[in-house]
Each structure stands twice: as C-alpha cells, then as structure tokens.
C-alpha cells in the first residue's frame, strides 16, 4: 500500500502497523506499535503524536519489511485458527508459526525489507 500511496503524494508516507485490537485501545489496555517511515524525523513526529502511556509506538524505517509483517501475519493467525479449530495440537501450531515466521522473514527480505526488522518480529512473537 506504501508504494501506491507514495506514487500518489508528493511527500513519503509513513505505515502504522501493529499486532492489536482496536477495542483493548479503546479501553487504555497496553499495547504497541510500529511507525515505519523512509524518513525518520517525520517517523518521528508520527510515533510522538500517537504516544500515549498504554500505546508505545516504535519507529523504524523499514517501511517494506513492516508492509510486508502488517500483511502476512494476518494470514499466519488464520492458520492458527485453523490449526486450533481443527484440534491438531500445540506442536501442529508450534510448527506451523516457526515455519510461517520464516516465510514470512524469506518475503519481506525478498520484497526489500531489511532482515533486522523480522528478528525484531521472532523476539516479540517469544
């Protein structure tokens, strides 16, 4: 989307993507966020303007690879639901997110993202 928008304005865009629910925001439970902008100092006024004491926005400039987690890990927990409902087990599960963590790390890297922004995706996922 980041590449569509950025072909539309004149100036870069920046991507908000997190693993949240807007509900838990709404009720001030804590949460995180990813600002991803080519430019960090607009980066930058975009994660202060959305900081709040239970919503932690970090920055980074990876605006490809945060794209590329935002979209995919969608597709990842449907699987999971999947896998939940279908009652194949914690190791069917297990193996499935460490398998999809890496495809998802083998597209983002492939579409240009920096490798640094999917470990960041394997500590948080731990």
Not at 11 to 28: D, H, V
Not at 50 to 69: A, E, I, K, N, W
Not at 71 to 98: D, H, P
Not at 109 to 120: E, M, N
Request: glycine residues 10%; contains cysteine; proline residues 2%.
């Amino acid at each position: 989307m980041g590449e569509l928008v950025s072909s539309l304005v004149d100036n870069s865009c920046c991507i908000l993507s997190a693993r949240t629910f807007a509900k838990e925001i709404i009720q001030n439970l804590p949460a995180c966020t990813v600002v991803a902008a080519e430019n960090e100092s607009v980066g930058e006024k975009i994660r202060d303007a959305f900081c709040h004491v239970h919503f932690r926005p970090y920055l980074s400039t990876d605006v490809m690879g945060v794209q590329v987690v935002g979209a995919v890990k969608n597709v990842l927990a449907i699987g999971c639901g999947i896998i939940k409902a279908r009652g194949l087990g914690e190791n069917a599960l297990a193996a499935f997110v460490s398998r999809g963590l890496a495809e998802i790390k083998d597209l983002g890297v492939a579409k240009g993202g920096q490798l640094s922004t999917f470990w960041a995706l394997l500590v948080w996922v731990m």
